[in-house]
């Protein structure tokens, strides 16, 4: 692979990262805020709040495979 393309590659995913490391940040707080409504079996704010960081955290981890890949294959 080209060396500027891997590097313009780098940059877009470490810029996907920083973002999805952001928005997790956000959804673990709404994920706490909701805790704190009381039972957590029947509470669907903090469901909705705990699948969210949980896709979050999924795609942050697909995302830093791709990274250390694109490192590691340099």
């Known amino acids: 692979m080209n060396k500027n393309v891997k590097q313009e590659k780098l940059k877009l995913w470490k810029k996907q990262q920083a973002e999805l490391e952001e928005q997790l940040s956000l959804a673990m707080v709404k994920k706490g805020e909701a805790a704190q409504e009381g039972d957590l079996r029947e509470n669907a704010k903090y469901q909705d709040a705990a ?7 999924a795609r942050l981890n697909n995302i830093q495979k791709m990274i250390k890949e ?5």
């Open 51 to 57: 699948e969210q960081a949980d896709l979050l955290s």
């Open 70 to 74: 694109l490192e590691q294959n340099g």
